[in-house]
């Protein structure tokens, strides 16, 4: 099969290629074209599960992976490691596993429809490369997924989203200085994060809220001084993921979704020390409430 390629704008060339290998550390993801290499992936997939599309992918972040369970039968699951390009995560919360499932719901023709659960996210501050971030979601696209739900757990701005709670995603600040997209890429991300899919949420939920999400690079916490300034750049959350992801998603044009949770109040805002500890038990706390919120999104995705 012919390597899978984004319908959006045109790839980088060669000249700029080369430029972004000399600059960039380099590692087993990145020593393939990325594009080739989420083919291979999904062809991977395909022949691990017997399901020839998953028309929507789910990547899975802290107190989210419960959702899996309750979307519908299991037919396939499969260590990360043994899919192209992926890796063992290397965050508590993250289940190293890609899970194809048959939804409960069939799409509106009456057709069986399977959803992508990556529970193997790579985070930017792991220093495998952009690429190997958004390894995941150009594999959701290659296996034929049009839209893509991205979750996180993270810090929260507005004192009264309590720990625990889910927070629709309307918009992002990057505040890594990368991009997962090389050369003269040019995208509009205007809507990046689709209206269409938040109200679809919010008809299961009308409690849910929104905000502006802030990706820092991470791994450690913001300081006070650092959320003070998402908060003026006109963030509401805090965490070290997802934007790049819903970059790529842009590009290889899915339609995105993402909802974050709360697991604490960002620094500065909360007056106690942060921990990861914190964020785990937090996510732990509200998973299944979550968990049954998420599956009733994704059910009714069309």
């Given at each position: ?215 820092f690079p991470g791994p450690h916490y913001e300081t006070p001084a650092?959320?003070?300034m998402a908060g003026v750049l006109g963030a509401d959350l805090v ?64």
């Amino acid at each position: 099969m012919a390597g899978w390629i984004p319908t959006a704008p045109t790839r980088r060339s060669d000249k700029s290629r080369t430029l972004k290998e000399a600059l960039t550390v380099v590692n087993p993801t990145d020593s393939h074209d990325p594009f080739d290499l989420a083919q291979q992936a999904a062809d991977a997939l395909r022949q691990r599960t017997g399901v020839d599309t998953h028309h929507v992918a789910l990547t899975l972040g802290s107190g989210w992976g419960g959702a899996a369970e309750l979307l519908g039968e299991t037919v396939a699951e499969i260590p990360a490691t043994e899919i192209p390009g992926f890796s063992k995560p290397a965050l508590e919360g993250h289940v190293g596993t890609l899970r194809s499932i048959r939804l409960a719901a069939p799409d509106s023709d009456g057709r069986q429809r399977h959803a992508l659960v990556i529970g193997a996210r790579t985070h930017f501050y792991e220093g495998r490369g952009v690429r190997a971030v958004v390894h995941g979601v150009r594999t959701a696209a290659a296996a034929g997924a049009t839209t893509m739900v991205l979750t996180n757990g993270c810090g929260g701005l507005n004192p009264s989203w309590s720990p625990g709670t889910p927070v629709l995603i309307s918009d992002h600040v990057n505040l890594t200085a990368t991009s997962p997209l090389e050369g003269a890429t040019f995208v509009d991300l205007t809507d990046l994060y689709s209206q269409r899919l938040r109200e679809i949420a919010r008809s299961v939920d009308p409690s849910l809220d929104e905000g502006v999400y802030a990706q820092f690079p991470g791994p450690h916490y913001e300081t006070p001084a650092e959320v003070h300034m998402a908060g003026v750049l006109g963030a509401d959350l805090v965490g070290m993921s997802t934007a790049l992801e819903a970059i790529a998603a842009r590009h290889a044009g899915l339609e995105v979704l993402g909802i974050s949770l709360v697991t604490n109040l960002a620094a500065g805002i909360q007056q106690t020390p942060l921990s990861h500890q914190e964020v785990v038990e937090a996510g732990q706390a509200a998973a299944p409430r979550i968990a049954r919120l998420l599956a009733e999104i994704v059910g009714a995705i069309r």
